[in-house]
T-cell receptor, first 114, second 111 residues
Framework: KAGVTQTPRYLIKTRGQQVTLSCSPISGHRSVSWYQQTPGQGLQFLFEYFSETQRNKGNFPGRFSGRQFSNSRSEMNVSTLELGDSALYLC?????????????FGQGTRLTVV | GENVEQHPSTLSVQEGDSAVIKCTYSDSASNYFPWYKQELGKGPQLIID?????GEKKDQRIAVTLNKTAKHFSLHITETQPEDSAVYFCAASTGNTPLVFGKGTRLSVIA
């Protein structure tokens, strides 16, 4: 069974640009969560999607947005990039929600803003 | 909201020794406590988890203990090997809320 796939693996963008990251969850998994990982702040929750609806949102500015498609694939978008957005963005998929099912992470997308 | 504290931030042990990483959480409603291992250039990998109705769980050289009264849980790795070197994260969740992670522990196993 294929794991969580994130594309692209690496991105370099300029301040002010926007970026879209993609996540394909494990087949059959319906919940996708996004996290930002930085050396200083660790893993910080961005948002969670289940059945194409945002279920939870972390404490990030409105420049960070996401969506989920009917096949459970998810994208996140960051507009007007800032230097501080440089981070590893991780996607995790779970079978469902409401029960504490295991979360499986992808390898992440390393975003560098210059 | 939930807050998870993890200690120590770095840990060096000799190969064959045991390693212990401790976490505390703040929300008494949390009932799911996974541990993740992250190797360089990879995403976090779930290595073991424990739920609030269980006090201890073992899987070969890895064990996790949970004390709900004190709101802390620990990861124990016995007979450490060089391939155990990685960053370990604890996390807590109440079920419908996202996982809240500790800041991580960088474990180095010295051969």
């Amino acid at each position: 069974k294929a794991g969580v796939t994130q594309t692209p693996r690496y991105l370099i963008k300029t301040r002010g640009q926007q970026v879209t990251l993609s996540c394909s969850p494990i087949s059959g998994h319906r919940s996708v969560s996004w996290y930002q990982q930085t050396p200083g702040q660790g893993l910080q929750f961005l948002f969670e999607y289940f059945s194409e609806t945002q279920r939870n949102k972390g404490n990030f500015p409105g420049r960070f947005s996401g969506r989920q498609f009917s096949n459970s694939r998810s994208e996140m978008n960051v507009s007007t990039l800032e230097l501080g957005d440089s981070a590893l963005y991780l996607c995790a998929s779970t079978l469902g929600r409401g029960v504490n099912t295991e979360a499986f992470f992808g390898q992440g997308t390393r975003l560098t803003v210059v | 909201g939930e807050n998870v504290e993890q200690h120590p931030s770095t840990l060096s042990v000799q190969e064959g020794d045991s390693a212990v990483i401790k976490c505390t959480y703040s929300d008494s409603a949390s009932n799911y406590f996974p541990w993740y291992k992250q190797e360089l250039g990879k995403g976090p990998q779930l290595i073991i988890d424990i739920r609030s109705n269980v006090g201890e769980k073992k899987d070969q050289r890895i064990a996790v203990t949970l004390n709900k009264t004190a709101k802390h849980f620990s990861l124990h790795i016995t007979e450490t090997q060089p391939e155990d070197s990685a960053v370990y994260f604890c996390a807590a969740s109440t079920g419908n809320t996202p996982l809240v992670f500790g800041k991580g522990t960088r474990l180095s196993v010295i051969a």
